[in-house]
């Protein structure tokens, strides 16, 4: 059973360029959420998307954006990059139901400079 | 409001030896509590999930405790090894519409020949 995938893995761009991360799940997972991963912040939580849905919204600027599209990849999407954003952005797929375990891919790794 | 804080931050311990991370939260409806352990610039992986009547869960050398009482929870690492060295994050999920989950900082363990 494939794990979760997320391309690219490393990634870097210039301020105010835009950006679009992807994710696919577990097969058969219907849940993905994103998170920022910063040394200085731990964990955070951006949104997470179910069945095609954002169920879920984190406190993150209207730059962040994602969507999920029928077999359940998702993209999130960065617009106007600040140096801030540099970051590692996780993925996690669950089931969506239960919410006992999430599978976190590798992660993208994004340098603004 | 919604928190879980880990302790100690960071953490030094000679290979072979044992160590305990704390995580307390206030998290409100509980639903369930899990340790994952992230190597560097990688995705958490999964230790341990308790759900509210488990106190107890064991995953090889990593045993986590659960006191829903009062909301603490503890990861002991028995016999560390080099490869233990990672960041070690308290996850908890709350009881409502969505996947809606509070992660920790994490402790940041150091295992040292």
């Known amino acids: 059973k494939a794990g979760v995938t997320q391309t690219p893995r490393y990634l870097i761009k210039t301020r105010g360029q835009q950006v679009t991360l992807s994710c696919s799940p577990i097969?058969?997972?219907?849940?993905v959420s994103w998170y920022q991963q910063t040394p200085g912040q731990g964990l955070q939580f951006l949104f997470e998307y179910f069945s095609e849905t954002q169920r879920n919204k984190g406190n993150f600027p209207g730059r962040f954006s994602g969507r999920q599209f029928s077999n359940s990849r998702s993209e999130m999407n960065v617009s106007t990059l600040e140096l801030g954003d540099s970051a590692l952005y996780l993925c996690?797929?669950?089931?969506?139901?239960?919410?006992?375990?999430?599978?976190f891919g590798q992660g993208t790794r994004l340098t603004v400079v | 409001k919604n928190q879980v804080e880990q302790s100690p931050q960071s953490l030094i311990i000679l290979e072979g030896k044992n160590c305990t991370l704390q995580c307390n939260y206030t998290v409100s409806p509980f639903s369930n509590l899990r340790w994952y352990k992230q190597d560097t610039g990688r995705g958490p992986v999964s230790l341990t999930i308790?759900?509210?009547?488990?106190n107890t869960k064991s995953n090889g050398r990593y045993t986590a405790t659960l006191d829903a009482d009062t909301k603490q929870s503890s990861l002991h690492i028995t016999a560390s090894q080099l490869s233990d060295s990672a960041s070690y994050i308290c996850?908890?999920?709350?009881?409502?519409?969505?996947?809606?989950?509070?992660f920790g900082a994490g402790t940041r363990l150091f295992v040292k020949a």
């Open positions: 996850v908890v999920s709350l009881n409502t519409g969505g996947f809606k989950t509070i």
């Open positions: 308790m759900t509210f009547s488990e």
């Open positions: 996690a797929s669950s089931s969506g139901v239960d919410y006992t375990e999430a599978f």
């Open positions: 097969s058969g997972h219907r849940s």
